[in-house]
């Protein structure tokens, strides 16, 4: 049985566990294999941080005691983009295809109706075909392209921006 719910400051071991088997087995997340250097104290401190602001947040799906997938929405800084919150998913690949991606992104929707956020945006490499289903399934919608964005492998990497107005 899978659980959604906010991250706690103690989750951080487990976050970090997450995150950094994330960048092994998906080559469509921002930071790679090896690349991570946070400590568990470092993580820690990251989930202090963005829970002490009112429009951030970070949601994490966990199955028989392990963190299995997240969504995280950061808020934007000023009072102009206070409403707004850029998104980011991950769901480990053995939990990928059961609706968890689906269930994230509309927990966080309700979460963010709940905070006042009325925009919630995300980048998406353009190949990443199965990211991009499911957000346009959940109501998110393609706004433009970010020519050669990324540096994957030794090749540039083009991403859609997309978003959900609320």
């Not at 963190?67 to 053995?94: C, D, K, Q």
């Not at 927990?107 to 490499?125: G, N």
Request: aromatic share 6%; charged share 25%.
């Amino acid at each position: 049985m899978v659980t959604i719910r906010e991250i706690r400051e103690d989750d951080a071991l487990g976050f970090l566990a997450l995150l950094t088997q994330l960048d092994q087995e998906s080559r469509f997340m921002l930071v790679e294999p090896g690349e991570r250097q946070t400590t568990a104290a470092e993580q820690c401190e990251r989930i202090r941080q963005v829970l002490a602001q009112p429009n951030a947040t970070i949601l994490v799906a966990e199955c028989d005691g392990q963190v299995i997938g997240h969504v995280a929405a950061l808020g934007g800084p000023y009072r102009r983009n206070r409403h707004t919150a850029h998104v980011v998913i991950g769901i480990l690949r053995a939990f990928t295809g059961l609706g968890l991606g689906t269930r994230l992104l509309e927990t966080l929707e309700q979460w963010a109706r709940s905070h006042e956020i009325h925009r919630l945006e995300l980048t998406v490499m353009t190949h990443n075909e199965r990211a991009i289903w499911l957000c346009s399934k959940v109501g998110y919608q393609i706004e433009g392209v970010q020519k050669d964005s990324l540096r994957v492998d030794g090749q540039y990497v083009d991403e859609y921006r997309m978003a959900k107005v609320l």
